[in-house]
């Protein structure tokens, strides 16, 4: 377990896949949110994004 972690810690390919991948969802969210529906067409997940009233 302990070289795992070594060798994810030192990988530069990991590194930056993972920082593609922010990119792209950075990307994304953006998209949504300017889109023509606008910010209210995100809705949060799960019991408590939900109004009770």
């Keep these: 377990m302990e070289n795992n972690e070594r060798h994810v810690q ?4 990991l590194h930056e896949g993972a ?4 990119e792209r969802c950075a ?12 910010a209210s067409a995100l ?3 799960g019991r408590k994004g939900l109004s009770l009233g």
Excluded: F, Q
Aim: aromatic share 0%; net charge positive; proline share 0%.
């Design 10 to 13: 030192r990988s530069t390919v």
């Design 19 to 22: 920082a593609a991948l922010v």
């Design 27 to 38: 990307v994304m969210a953006r998209g949504l949110v300017e889109a023509a529906e606008g």
């Design 43 to 45: 809705v949060r997940g």
